[in-house]
């Protein structure tokens, strides 16, 4: 789409996923095996016809680098526009404050690329959800309603108000009330964190009334809804903000489902990501394989149910994994069980190790909000002692070694090398 350029918002540390973005940000996250979350609004924006994109990075951004390099899968590696990475800089070395401090500090940094695009529109999207959006149909929205800016909303349930940015609308659409994250609020239609802005707005905007401002949703968008024209695009499909342990499991697991609400196999809208090249499947004589989404290279010897099986995954003979997420390279040993945990990639389950014991969902003290589903997780490159039982709740850091383990049992609620192993 031409006079259209995107800045995605990608340099979340993504907190809410506890030991999962303490090497990676959270867009960089494996998501229904072979992908990464960040593949999403960049396969949005190439199905669009939306050529020209900034990736907005902060926190961590090799894993992004490394992944989306030229932008090849995308179709962005074009000598015009294609995609870019932008990383943050300081702009004055001899003055405080001169970081990016959030979402709005990250355009205001970058509004040369705005304006060396020549974009009549600037898309500004969040790295961190899952969906299929064709944001053609938003910025004919938005320029029909000849807006200065146009937020993507949802219908959500009274009880998830307080999570997002909520907006009261007239009978126009138009935006007359924008209150972020609201304890209480007669409105129903959520921020998606999908905008459209006019360009030549958001660059006055951003270096004049809002040049204090470093939050989109906190400090910029009350203040534009009460002077300028803005208007609410509703949007009826599938969308997940997968930011928090819980909703990131939940997501994957939903596309286990007969007719899953997310289709990763629609030919009219490909998600494209970098794939490593690996062997099909291999399945042995022995192996049980019930309602999984698996991924080239796993090799299945022993049982898998309900369960997210990344590329290179090995279960071997005896062992059984439940409804659970297991990423790249993990190998789960002879006759270990994990049960409704999230092992990251290149993990190793020693034989007999139990993952996900019990039905005590103590919380984890560390993130007691997050952490209370039950749901067990293990960093990058740790190794879990043969006949090991780890409970409900645990977090497992990154590089975690046998020899970490005080003894072969971790009780519901607890945790070994995090948050402190993080880097």
Request: charged share 20%; aromatic share 8%; glycine share 10%.
């Amino acid at each position: 789409m031409n006079n259209v350029i995107a800045m995605i918002l990608a340099g979340g540390a993504g907190p809410g996923l506890a030991v999962l973005t303490a090497r990676r940000p959270e867009s960089a996250t494996p998501f229904a095996g072979k992908y990464r979350v960040i593949d999403f609004p960049l396969s949005n924006c190439v199905n669009s016809e939306i050529y020209n994109v900034a990736v907005l990075t902060q926190y961590m951004p090799r894993p992004l680098n490394e992944h989306i390099r030229s932008g090849k899968p995308w179709d962005l590696d074009r000598s015009s526009g294609g995609v870019r990475l932008l990383q943050p800089y300081q702009t004055h070395p001899h003055e405080e404050g001169v970081w990016e401090k959030g979402s709005a500090d990250a355009l205001r940094f970058n509004l040369d690329v705005v304006a060396e695009s020549g974009a009549s529109d600037v898309l500004v999207l969040s790295g961190n959800h899952i969906y299929k959006m064709n944001y053609q149909h938003l910025i004919e929205f938005h320029r029909s309603h000849k807006a200065d800016v146009t937020i993507a909303v949802r219908p959500v349930s009274p009880h998830q108000t307080y999570r997002y940015g909520m907006v009261a609308t007239d009978s126009e659409g138009r935006i007359l009330r924008f209150e972020e994250k609201p304890r209480r609020t007669r409105s129903n239609l959520a921020s998606m964190g999908i905008y459209v802005f006019n360009a030549d707005l958001l660059g006055d905007w951003l270096r004049g009334p809002g040049k204090n401002s470093h939050d989109l949703g906190g400090e910029v968008l009350p203040r534009l809804v009460k002077q300028k024209r803005v208007y609410a695009y509703e949007f009826e499909g599938y969308w997940a903000n997968v930011g928090a342990a819980p909703a990131y499991y939940e997501a994957n697991m939903a596309l286990l489902a007969d007719i899953p609400a997310l289709d990763l196999n629609d030919p009219h809208w490909t998600i494209h990501t970098h794939s490593e090249q690996y062997p099909p499947v291999l399945f042995s004589e022995e192996a049980q394989a019930r309602m999984n989404l698996l991924s080239d290279g796993a090799r299945i010897l022993g049982q898998v149910t309900r369960s997210v099986i990344g590329p290179g995954v090995i279960i071997e003979p005896g062992a059984v994994v439940t409804d659970s997420i297991i990423m790249n390279d993990t190998v789960i040993k002879s006759g270990a069980a994990v049960d409704r945990a999230i092992l990251d990639r290149d993990v190793v389950v020693g034989a007999n190790a139990r993952v996900g014991v019990g039905e005590d969902n103590i919380p984890n003290p560390v993130m007691p909000d997050i952490l209370n589903t039950g749901i067990t997780l293990v960093g990058q490159k740790s190794r879990i002692p043969e006949d090991a039982r780890l409970g409900r709740n645990v977090v497992i850091g990154v590089d975690v070694s046998e020899a970490d383990f005080p003894g072969q049992d971790v009780p519901s609620g607890a945790g070994i090398g995090w948050p402190e192993r993080t880097a």
